[in-house]
């Protein structure tokens, strides 16, 4: 009769390992808590950590903080001057990656999790996740709404560029994003500081006459000046991007989210079965297997 509850446990077990967000939060509020960016927003969602990380790493490339050197492994280059419109988790993302030795900087981006995780749920407080969810969805497709209408190349990138971390909250974000750019796509300014193998010259021919070429994207010229990459090699770009993170910066996603649901939303603690007392039949026995904390278990003696 039983069988089934061990094998029922362990999957919800499992699935609570991913789940980094207080319990708390759950405890529906009123109202829309509006003002929360792309990045809290995939916190508030609990979006793929790796996912999120590469959020921050597009933010902080965007507002000029930083610069990918190299992608395998991936290493930053820092700004002289950090930029003061920087969120507290980009400030402590560029730290992380200030730290060279993969461990070390495995634990720094924990804690800044850790840390943002907290944030998110403070900002919560009193309000409703429900609805704030909804709302930060229709945000999103919003943002792919004016990536994806009729528009000339350019203004189809520009849309791109303005709605990037909105569009990656999308579960469907990598398919979506190989099915939208299909054609040339005009990379926006930062670009090459996210992606070292772009380059923003066009091919120069040799003294033999011919043209050099590489094995990596080249910008294509266009008639007003703008640079542009085959839509293929941009998405895989993009797309890349997060399976970098997963793969070099964090390791196993599964076991780095572990560690900060340990912290953040932690296992109940175990309670041990008891012996209820009997009644004038002689007493019987009852344990109660509960698949989440706070789980009421009834038991009645027999005789009755």
Known sequence: ??????????VQTQRRKLKYLPPKISIEGHGIKRGLTAVEAAILMEQPL???????????????????VTRDPLELSFAKEQPPELHQYERDFLKAFGETKAPARRDLLQGMTITLVRSV??????????????YYKAIMEKAWTQVEADGTPEVKSQKFDENLEWTMLDKDYDD??????????YVPMWWGGYDPTYSSRPSTPSSSGKSLTSARPVSVPTSGGSRALPGADFAASVVGGVQNFSSKVVGNVSDFTRRVTGVTNPPPKPTSSGRSGGSSSGGHSCACACACAGCACACAGGGR
């Open 121 to 134: 749920s403070d900002k919560m407080k009193g309000f409703s996740r429900k609805e704030s969810v909804e």
């Open 50 to 68: 790796d996912k999120v990380m590469t959020m921050m790493l597009f933010g902080v490339i965007k507002k000029g903080a930083a610069q990918v």
């Open 1 to 10: 009769m039983f069988v089934g509850m061990p094998i029922i446990s362990a």
């Open 176 to 185: 979506r994003t190989r099915r939208t750019f299909t054609g040339p796509v």
